[in-house]
């Protein structure tokens, strides 16, 4: 590979919550065992050089006052789209900034929905979404995934009209792909998912923030290149901050072509009066969506392809009762740990402690509405990822 995912570097010290925070105020790492940091959704490789290079052009002139975006920003998105997803007709005028995905998805809602209302949204759930929803007064409708005969996640489909009719619901939250999960839906999912959305008026906020990071050639599908009507009733979000591991730098950005919407959440984006880009964050998104970050992307989406084979034909030979599908996108595993958890009469709480305590740092998966779950990052080199499988092994699933 022309880029390298193979270093092990130090990140202690460089403002990494990663590293350097436990999600459990109750357990800390043995004496004895580095940390593993395999739970948020946050990278440990260094970001494609392009990205450091542009910022650090930018940096050498030394005013950093009051900006527009660049027309080259509204530019790199378009290509990026175009290149990456096979977008066509992108403009500018439909592209608009959002300090981050979670802001935009509260932003969009803020005009689909009275406080109240019900929003659908299918779990598990990522726990971002619980979050803001709850805080922002919406009442979340789960509809469950359910896995099919050969152990892939499949949306409930009738479950979800069940509901939509029944309990009169005119929004709903889409994540393609799917998080935590791992689904890269195929056009025949969205387009029936979308079908139900026509039907019953609900119009969608659809998170693509995984859209590059798609495993095994399997191919991401814009929500909104579904059809005229799924283009018309999405707002759609994205950044380059999980491809490129920016989420320090901060930056998003919506798609929304229906201007009727476009204007309202533009209007409600800049309500706080928070919502304003960095001129660094433009920078990195230049240096993220050019050529050699195309080039570097792609050689990721091979690094964490090829970790996730490995962790998956690792826990199926190895730790009988642990289940796992087989990410189709992103970088997590979620491990289902309920028969295992059965079978050798142990809590969830005991399992995580034990891979803690030996400094395999992951994330409780009860958040993501799952009794058994465990969330799993496998963003990091491959020597690190042997390393986590041999402490499970060894002293967690035996």
């Known amino acids: 590979m022309k880029y390298n995912f193979t270093d092990v570097i130090e990140r202690s010290g460089k403002d990494s919550i990663a590293v350097e925070v436990i999600p459990y105020d109750d357990i800390q790492v043995k004496e004895g065992f580095s940390r593993l940091p395999m739970w948020v959704a946050d990278m440990n490789f260094a970001t494609a050089p392009s990205i450091p290079q542009k910022i650090s052009e930018r940096l050498a002139h030394p005013l950093y006052g009051y900006f527009n975006p660049r027309q080259e920003y509204y530019d790199a998105i378009i290509r990026w789209q175009q290149r990456r997803h096979g977008v066509e007709g992108l403009t500018a005028e439909c592209?608009?900034?959002?300090?981050?995905?979670?802001?935009?998805?509260?932003?969009?809602?803020?005009?689909?929905?009275?406080?109240?209302?019900?929003?659908?949204?299918?779990?598990?759930?990522?726990?971002?979404?619980?979050?803001?929803?709850?805080?922002?007064?919406?009442?979340?409708?789960?509809?469950?995934?359910?896995?099919?005969?050969?152990?892939?996640?499949?949306?409930d489909f009738e479950d979800m009209e069940k509901k939509l009719k029944e309990q009169s619901i005119h929004a709903a939250v889409f994540c393609s792909p799917h998080n935590p999960c791992g689904r890269v839906w195929e056009r025949w999912?969205?387009?029936?998912?979308?079908?139900?959305?026509?039907?019953?008026?609900?119009?969608?906020?659809?998170?693509?923030?995984?859209?590059?990071?798609?495993?095994?050639?399997?191919?991401?599908?814009?929500?909104?290149?579904?059809?005229?009507?799924?283009?018309?009733?999405?707002?759609?979000?994205?950044?380059?901050?999980?491809?490129?591991?920016?989420?320090?730098?901060?930056?998003?950005?919506?798609?929304?072509?229906?201007?009727?919407?476009?204007?309202?959440?533009?209007?409600?984006?800049?309500?706080?009066?928070?919502?304003?880009?960095?001129?660094?964050?433009?920078?990195?998104?230049?240096?993220?969506?050019?050529?050699?970050?195309?080039?570097?992307?792609?050689?990721?989406?091979?690094?964490?392809?090829?970790?996730?084979?490995?962790?998956?034909?690792y826990i199926s030979s190895h730790f009988p009762g642990v289940s796992v599908a087989k990410p189709q996108g992103t970088y997590m595993l979620f491990l289902d740990c309920g028969e295992w958890c059965d079978r050798h009469g142990k809590t969830i709480d005991e399992v995580q402690r034990a891979g803690v305590e030996v400094g395999v740092i992951w994330q409780d998966g009860r958040p993501f509405h799952h009794p058994y779950g465990i969330r799993l990052n496998l963003a990091l080199p491959m020597s690190l990822l042997k390393e986590a499988m041999e402490r499970l092994q060894k002293y967690v699933f035996v």
């Open 95 to 155: 592209i608009g900034y959002e300090n981050g995905v979670l802001g935009g998805v509260t932003s969009a809602l803020n005009v689909f929905c009275s406080k109240g209302d019900k929003v659908l949204l299918h779990s598990p759930t990522y726990v971002g979404f619980t979050g803001c929803l709850g805080n922002n007064g919406y009442d979340i409708v789960h509809s469950p995934l359910r896995k099919d005969e050969n152990g892939v996640w499949r949306m």
């Open 189 to 313: 999912e969205i387009e029936r998912a979308m079908a139900l959305f026509k039907k019953y008026d609900v119009m969608v906020v659809s998170d693509e923030i995984w859209s590059d990071i798609i495993l095994n050639d399997n191919k991401h599908i814009p929500t909104q290149t579904i059809s005229e009507d799924a283009k018309m009733r999405t707002a759609a979000l994205y950044a380059p901050s999980k491809t490129f591991n920016l989420a320090g730098l901060v930056g998003s950005y919506h798609i929304i072509y229906n201007p009727w919407i476009r204007d309202r959440v533009l209007k409600e984006s800049s309500l706080s009066h928070y919502n304003s880009m960095n001129v660094m964050s433009m920078y990195a998104l230049l240096g993220a969506y050019c050529d050699e970050g195309a080039e570097w992307t792609e050689e990721l989406c091979q690094t964490i392809s090829d970790n996730v084979n490995y962790a998956c034909e």
